[in-house]
């Protein structure tokens, strides 16, 4: 699923950002440009407005002294004035130029103007005459000049922004255009690639379907396929499922039944041998006493009863794994229960040569239980350690408490477990007694597990088997 996201996510980013880089190249080509003609347009306007302030001085100056008004020394400090501003509004060489003839025409001026013969001379009205020609020729004409050519810069500036402009207008429709067709063909890709994604999905959903029958059907997918051809594949593939589901649920009913008939073949088979060997040393004995007409003996019927009471505890280990006693919970001191069943097998243990040795805590270990079942699955776990210890060993039973639960070990010396029945220990008729039936440890798991603890077992490193019995000190549902 990410490698279909990143071929699909991966075009979308690259185009984006190709559009994005172009988007913002344009616009701050424009905008460079912009800003330059402005610039430029700014200067002109700026040289054409001091250019008309000093045709405007000139001309007040020239009707002035047409009228006879020689006091104009004021107009000549504002026209050297007007002269500074387009000085230095002048940047372009023939602006520079026609400066230069402005200063020039204009001293030139104020030379001939400084030497005016007094008034009363008769030659001063035709000097003064002279003088005003002068700057109307040789001073105001420059300066026309001047403010025709910004004028003429600014016409050119106009033109240059009404192209830069019309780029601008162009160059975003190339941009929105050029975005419109990407996006098209992106989603034309995009389409045929998720055509091809859901072709191979009805090709895997169609091989999924065809691997939950017997006869997987011949898979040929020629269209492209589209969303409700998926839709129908998969509610098919969801048919399947469901009756491949019911008929695994109908087999496991019928297997469960087949174990179930095993199960009681093989306690049957198991009751026929447990009750037929005993019976048949009875028979034995009775008919021999038939036969020789001389009764049983005291030894004779001994080993009768002993066979009888054989047959009597197999037939209640049968009962009990099918009808197991009702619990009956009430506070008990787990200790005592210990000590109690090492008691119990001290005795045998002696004539094995087993040593008991039992590791309590100090205080009393209370939990909420049946002590006679408790007492039964010590007592069970105890004598498969004997069993497994015939020629001595030592026998350990330790319990202690801790976050609410009781755990207590059994432990021995013996030869271990075979790996061969640890798997199968806790299963009904799993033995390697010769004479066992498989019920002990069942009977101690049904138990353990009714007073809602665990048990378990393992080999331990240096030889020997040990059974682990976990159980809660209070049972969340005491009845």
């Known amino acids: 699923m990410s490698a279909v996201r990143l071929g699909y996510l991966g075009p979308v980013v690259l185009i984006a950002l190709c559009l994005v880089t172009l988007c913002t190249f344009t616009a701050v080509s424009l905008f460079h440009q912009q800003a330059a003609v402005n610039r430029v347009l700014r200067e002109n306007i700026d040289s054409r407005r001091a250019a008309v302030e000093l045709e405007e001085c000139l001309a007040d100056l020239v009707a002035l002294e047409d009228a006879r008004v020689e006091a104009v020394a004021v107009l000549h400090e504002r026209v050297r004035k007007h002269l500074g501003d387009t000085r230095a509004a002048a940047d372009q060489p023939e602006e520079q130029a026609l400066q230069a003839r402005l200063d020039a025409a204009f001293a030139d001026y104020l030379g001939r103007w400084a030497g005016l013969p007094p008034p009363t001379d008769p030659g001063h009205e035709a000097a003064r005459r002279a003088a005003t020609r002068f700057l109307d020729a040789e001073v105001l004409g420059p300066c026309r000049a001047f403010e025709e050519y910004n004028t003429g810069r600014i016409e050119?500036?106009?033109?240059?922004?009404?192209?830069?402009?019309?780029?601008?207008?162009?160059?975003?429709?190339?941009?929105?255009?050029?975005?419109?067709?990407?996006?098209?063909?992106?989603?034309?890709?995009?389409?045929?690639?998720?055509?091809?994604?859901?072709?191979?999905?009805?090709?895997?959903?169609?091989?999924?379907?065809?691997?939950?029958?017997?006869?997987?059907?011949?898979?040929?997918?020629?269209?492209?396929?589209?969303?409700?051809?998926?839709?129908?594949?998969?509610?098919?593939?969801?048919?399947?499922?469901?009756?491949?589901?019911?008929?695994?649920?109908?087999?496991?009913?019928?297997?469960?039944?087949?174990?179930?008939?095993?199960?009681?073949?093989?306690?049957?088979?198991?009751?026929?041998?447990?009750?037929?060997?005993?019976?048949?040393?009875?028979?034995?004995?009775?008919?021999?006493?038939?036969?020789?007409?001389?009764?049983?003996?005291?030894?004779?019927?001994?080993?009768?009863?002993?066979?009888?009471?054989?047959?009597?505890?197999?037939?209640?280990?049968?009962?009990?794994?099918?009808?197991?006693?009702?619990?009956?919970?009430?506070?008990?001191?787990?200790?005592?229960v210990v000590r109690g069943v090492a008691e119990l097998l001290r005795g045998r243990a002696e004539k094995q040569r087993v040593a008991v040795r039992v590791g309590l805590p100090p205080g009393p270990l209370t939990l909420t239980a049946d002590p006679d079942q408790l007492r039964q699955v010590l007592v069970n776990l105890g004598l498969n350690a004997l069993d497994a210890m015939p020629a001595g060993g030592t026998l350990s039973v330790t319990a202690r408490e801790g976050h609410g639960r009781v755990a207590v070990e059994v432990a021995d010396t013996g030869p271990g477990l075979a790996k061969a029945i640890l798997p199968r220990l806790f299963e009904p008729f799993a033995s390697t007694k010769e004479t066992g039936l498989g019920l002990g440890l069942v009977i101690s798991k049904r138990v353990v597990e009714d007073h809602g603890g665990t048990i378990a077992a393992a080999n331990r490193p240096g030889g020997g088997a040990t059974f682990f019995v976990t159980l809660p000190t209070t049972m969340r549902d005491e009845r």
């Open 156 to 336: 050119a500036s106009a033109g240059h922004h009404e192209r830069v402009l019309r780029q601008l207008a162009w160059g975003m429709a190339g941009v929105g255009a050029l975005g419109g067709v990407a996006g098209v063909v992106l989603g034309w890709g995009v389409a045929r690639g998720l055509a091809r994604s859901i072709r191979r999905l009805r090709v895997q959903v169609r091989a999924a379907a065809g691997k939950l029958g017997p006869d997987p059907p011949e898979i040929v997918l020629t269209e492209e396929g589209d969303f409700h051809d998926l839709h129908a594949e998969v509610d098919r593939l969801t048919d399947r499922i469901e009756e491949t589901v019911a008929a695994l649920q109908q087999r496991e009913h019928e297997v469960l039944r087949a174990e179930q008939l095993a199960a009681v073949g093989q306690l049957a088979a198991g009751v026929g041998h447990e009750v037929r060997n005993p019976l048949t040393s009875v028979k034995l004995l009775v008919q021999a006493g038939l036969e020789d007409g001389a009764g049983l003996t005291p030894d004779d019927l001994r080993l009768i009863e002993s066979e009888v009471r054989r047959v009597e505890r197999s037939l209640g280990t049968f009962l009990q794994f099918a009808r197991p006693p009702k619990a009956e919970r009430r506070p008990t001191d787990l200790g005592e």
